[in-house]
Structure formats: C-alpha cells, structure tokens
C-alpha cells in the first residue's frame, strides 16, 4: 500500500522567510512519481511539479524549490523569501507506475502554510 | 486550464436523497477521476475511469457509483446521500504521453452537504 506523510499541519511564518514544507513517502513499486499541488484559499487545486522515482535531482523554479532524497523517502518543498500570495495548503501526492487503469494518487493529509505580513 | 467544469458547485441536499455530479471536460482525455476532501484526510480517490464505459472503484466507494457513457462527461451518483457524504468533491483528468503517468488536473469542486 501506498502512504504519504505530512507531519506539520500548520506552518506560520513572516514574509520574505524560507519554509520548508515536509513529505514523506511509502511505497513498494520501483517505479513511482511524486507530486505536489497547492490549494489556495479559493479553493482550487494547482498543480506545481512531478517527479519520477529514477530521477533525484532537485528542481527549482523562481522561489520554489523541491529536494527528492530516496534514502530518506523524502520530497520536501522549499519556498524561499515567501510572501502573503504563498499561503496556501500544499498537498504532496504519489502514484505508481501505470497499470490498464491508469495511475491513481494517494494525497497526504495537507500543509496549512500561513503567511503574514 | 484543462478545460474541466463541474456542475453543481454547490448543492444542499437532504439524507436519503439521490444526488448525481457531473464532471466536463472538453480535451478528450481519456482518463478521469472522482476525489473527495475532508479535512485531516486530504484527497482520497472515490472511482476512476478509464474509458468510455470503463470504470473501477477508488479507496472510499461505498456508497458512490459512476457512469461515463461519453468520453467528455464522468458522471458521480450517490444514490440515498448520507451526512457522512458531506464533502468537497474534485474530478479529475489525466494528462497522458507516451504511456507515462503525467499530472492529474483538477475542476474547481463541489461543494456537498447532507443535512
């Protein structure tokens, strides 16, 4: 079975500070990707980046950041100077390799990132 | 934009009641997905399709059942609501290439409640 962690379910900070948002993964496929979306207040859900398991190197676009470490299981999301627009909850999502059905995400619980002025 | 719309937005709906969930899209994917939200669970997957009247059950669907009898519509019923039903509900398309899993684009919601 598949599983994702998000340990902190609340993050406060101050704009122009870096946070890191964590996720943690479980799975037994050699083959998986790894996603994160975010969700505004307005409620919809914005797709941000995949991943695949075979490739680890760390992606980085404008003030966002994403370190992929399977020896940890780890795909956390860093966002560096944030501001007020940021404050969002963030979900990180995995799926396997695809079968005759297609790939199904397994969500983490969500990251409620606040950011104040 | 994915081209995804979700039809109602908001529904207020009595316990036993039918309710059905339409999901549109307009790009063709072949695959879409039903996902409902609450809080301390995140998204979890209700059912899936495939295809033109291919279907399969997700994680939480008890109580649910879809139908898709055109590629563009992805139909979700709750034939006799319960509160426990109470929830955001997401559907999904699959952007697909080369046989690879690729992204999962969402519509904006609908908001259930049970009363």
């Known amino acids: 079975a598949q599983k994702v962690t998000q340990a902190q379910t609340e993050i406060s900070v101050v704009e122009k500070e870096d946070v890191t948002l964590d996720c943690v993964y479980e799975t037994r496929d050699t083959t998986y990707y790894l996603f994160w979306y975010k969700q505004p207040p307005s409620g919809e859900l914005v797709f941000l980046i995949r991943r695949n398991s075979f490739d680890e190197q760390n992606e980085i676009s404008g003030r966002y950041s994403w370190n992929f470490q399977k020896s940890t299981s780890s795909f956390n999301f860093t966002i560096t100077a944030s501001q007020v627009v940021d404050s969002a909850v963030y979900f990180c999502?995995?799926?396997?390799?695809?079968?005759?059905?297609?790939?199904?995400?397994?969500f983490g619980t969500g990251t409620q990132l606040k950011v104040e002025l | 934009d994915a081209g995804i719309t979700q039809s109602p937005r908001h529904k207020v709906t009595e316990t036993g009641t039918p309710v059905t969930l339409r999901c549109h899209q307009t790009e063709n994917h072949r695959y879409m997905y039903w996902y409902r939200q609450d809080p301390g669970h995140g998204l979890r997957l209700i059912h899936y399709?495939?295809?033109?009247?291919?279907?399969d059950k997700g994680e939480v669907s008890d109580g649910y059942s879809v139908s898709r009898s055109k590629t563009e519509d992805f139909l979700l019923t709750l034939e006799s609501a319960t509160s426990s039903q109470t929830s955001v509900y997401f559907c999904?398309?699959?952007?697909?290439?080369?046989?690879?899993?690729?992204?999962?684009?969402f519509g904006p919601g609908t908001r259930l409640t049970v009363t």
């Open positions: 999502a995995l799926s396997g390799a695809p079968t005759g059905g297609g790939n199904k995400l397994t």
């Open positions: 399709s495939y295809g033109v009247k291919d279907t």
């Open positions: 999904a398309i699959r952007v697909t290439s080369g046989g690879a899993p690729y992204e999962q684009y």
